[in-house]
């Protein structure tokens, strides 16, 4: 198992968390995004650097990305994507999208998207927090925990 990170948008805290998981459980931890990334120097962490343009690091991410990986993300078109190829995916808030709830979330992210798309005021997500951080951390855990069996 590897676990690749849509870097672009996910938050500093998530990646100390995945860095540190890398390290302690020689999973090699793969981040991609369309801009250079900081990271621990570790054979288990690597980065790959794509062009700017829409959907590209979901694009190698879903070309990378094998059966029984993990990857980490918010965006729901490509944890479908990803779902759908047999890999698993995990948002920065710990929520496991799996191919019994993936459908449900894409339906909603649509409802939601249309809504913003017609001028309806829905808010944002809320607020990351301390919470969310120890939810992810929980939630990763059980995740490589259960992978490793």
Same mark, same amino acid.
């Given at each position: 198992m590897k676990i690749w990170v849509d870097a672009d948008a996910c938050p500093v805290v998530i990646k100390e968390i995945l860095f540190r998981a890398a390290e302690r459980t020689k999973i090699t931890t793969t981040l991609v995004a369309n801009q250079f990334l900081r990271t621990p120097a570790s054979p288990y962490i690597k980065t790959i650097t794509v062009r700017s343009g829409f959907d590209v690091a979901d694009s190698r991410i879903v070309q990378e990305c094998e059966i029984g990986d993990l990857v980490i993300t918010a965006d729901i078109p490509l944890a479908a994507l990803v779902v759908a190829k047999g890999a698993h995916a995990l948002n920065p808030r710990g929520e496991l999208y799996t191919e019994a709830n993936?459908?449900?979330?894409? /339906?909603?992210?649509?409802?939601?998207?249309?809504?913003?798309?017609?001028?309806?005021?829905?808010?944002?997500? /809320?607020?990351?927090?301390?919470?969310?951080?120890?939810?992810?951390?929980? /939630?990763l855990d059980r995740f490589i925990a259960k992978s490793q069996k």
């Open positions: 993936i459908k449900e979330r894409l /339906a909603m992210r649509n409802l939601m998207d249309e809504l913003r798309g017609n001028g309806i005021e829905i808010g944002g997500p /809320a607020v990351f927090n301390l919470t969310d951080r120890q939810v992810f951390a929980a /939630a």
